[in-house]
């Protein structure tokens, strides 16, 4: 026996010292691997099939097209939902009309022009010691801090070129006292196109379709 030869083996596997015995790998065992191998790759394929399923029916493919959608920040004051309140109409607006003026009859032919005109009238007469003379403009609208953007600049249609202040009273009434500057009210055309365009919101401004302005 040679030297070579494993302790215990003979036969065929006994190592002569010029011949070796040929050893085969068993077929059972690599079919095993062969079979291990498919396998794996079997459940690989079925878990990503699985997975693309589950992107299908949960949306997983949203984030992707919202990736490509570029949100543009909305302004502050500017919610596209927001209106303004509509103004009150003159038929609702009750309007003193008093003369700080030396001319006589300037309230009463201004009170009766204002009625042809819609709006209501209440006291008619000569303005209170605080403004009788002292208003050197044509006029002066006077009313509560609540008609500051609500019959205020409704009456302001009429005198396009009188000044506007707020004090404190009770009530909604506002006062329209005649300056010294005053001639007559605005003509009822030009009146009527300011009022028209008073209750003509301005159009939303329109964003762009690829940037955010």
């Known amino acids: 026996m040679s030297m070579l030869t494993p302790p215990g083996m003979g036969g065929k596997y006994r190592i002569t010292g010029d011949k070796y015995p040929r050893m085969r790998r068993s077929r059972r065992r690599g079919r095993l691997v062969l079979g291990v191998v498919a396998s ?14 589950i992107d299908v029916f949960t949306g997983g493919g949203d984030q992707a097209s919202a990736a490509g959608t570029k949100n543009c920040p909305t302004k502050a ?28 009859g300037l309230a009463k032919k201004t009170a009766d022009e204002l009625k042809k005109r819609g709006f209501k009238i209440g006291d008619v007469g000569n303005a209170t010691a605080t403004y009788d003379k002292k208003v050197k403009g044509t006029g002066l609208l006077l009313g509560p801090a609540s008609a500051l953007k609500t019959s205020l600049p409704v009456l302001r249609t009429q005198l396009a070129s009188a000044e506007t202040r707020t004090d404190v009273r009770k009530g909604a009434e506002v006062d329209l006292i005649i300056g010294n500057g005053f001639k007559t ?3 009822k055309a030009a009146a009527d196109k300011a009022l028209a365009a008073l209750n003509t919101p301005a159009p939303a401004p329109t964003a762009s379709k690829n940037s955010c302005g």
């Open 40 to 53: 794996a790759a079997a459940l690989s394929l079925v878990g990503w099939g699985t997975l693309q399923l």
């Open 77 to 104: 004051g500017a919610s596209p939902s927001a209106s303004a309140a509509p103004l009150p109409k003159p038929g609702q607006i009750t309007v003193n009309v008093l003369n700080a003026t030396p001319r006589g």
């Open 185 to 187: 009210l605005s003509s």
